[in-house]
């Protein structure tokens, strides 16, 4: 079976400090990979998504750049943080039926 | 820009009795659309789905209905149980990309008392 995983769970950060959030998935191959992030009060905002080693998309501009080196690792990063950059942050996978995403535990960032 | 909207951020229902969760948009292209649950600590799992040809969509107890005119949909819990007590999300997908774009609402906690 499928299992996605993601780490870490939680995470306080100082402004200006670097970003690495990592995700894996086991269990199936060439998954359609996402990062979403949920602000305070907000629904689940796609930030990115990948279909393929090496291609990312960003769907909104921000201070967050995201790579797939390698077909079932997302990574999520930033240079400098934000105070902006808090939230809680979800990657999700989907196979031949895109719409239907299975999202991981979810990583909550304070930043400070 | 919210285009999914879930205004009541909260609901509580005692048990047996029917939940309804409702959750509005304002982009008519989309076409598909689809409900989650969450529970603490977890990712969101999926729950149920409709497309924007049906009006009503049933899976044991829970149904969405769509209203397109309105521009609504609602989740039908029926009986409600503890074990839903959960935070629900309704999301949308505009149709023609490969890939799942969907758009969130805020989520709903759904409290079901025994």
């Known amino acids: 079976s499928q299992t996605i995983h993601q780490w870490p769970a939680t995470l306080v950060q100082p402004v200006g400090s670097p970003l690495s959030l990592e995700c894996t998935v086991e269990?199936?191959?060439?998954?359609?990979l996402y990062w979403y992030r949920q602000a305070a009060g907000r629904g689940l905002q796609l930030l990115f998504y990948?279909?393929?080693?090496?291609?990312i998309s960003s769907e909104v501009p921000q201070n967050l750049s995201a790579s797939r080196p390698q077909d079932r690792q997302f990574i999520l990063s930033s240079k400098k943080l934000l105070l902006s950059d808090s939230g809680f942050y979800l990657c999700?996978?989907?196979?031949?039926?895109?719409?239907?995403?299975?999202f991981g535990p979810g990583t909550r960032l304070t930043v400070l | 820009d919210q285009q999914v909207k879930q205004n009541s951020p909260s609901l509580s229902v005692q048990e047996g009795r029917i939940s309804i969760l409702n959750c509005d948009y304002t982009n008519s292209m989309f076409d598909y659309f689809l409900w989650y649950k969450k529970y603490p600590a977890e990712g969101p799992t999926f729950l149920i789905s409709?497309?924007?040809?049906?009006d009503k969509n049933e899976d044991g107890r829970f149904t969405v209905f769509l209203n397109k005119s309105a521009k609504h949909l609602s989740l039908h819990i029926v009986p409600s149980q503890p074990g839903d007590s959960a935070v629900y999300f309704c999301?949308?997908?505009?149709?023609?990309?490969?890939?799942?774009?969907?758009?969130f609402g805020q989520g709903t906690i759904l409290t079901v008392h025994p």
């Open positions: 269990g199936t191959s060439n998954p359609n």
């Open positions: 999700a996978w989907s196979g031949l039926a895109p719409l239907q995403q299975f």
């Open positions: 409709i497309s924007s040809i049906k």
């Open positions: 990948s279909v393929g080693i090496g291609q």
């Open positions: 999301a949308a997908n505009p149709g023609g990309t490969s890939y799942g774009k969907l758009t």
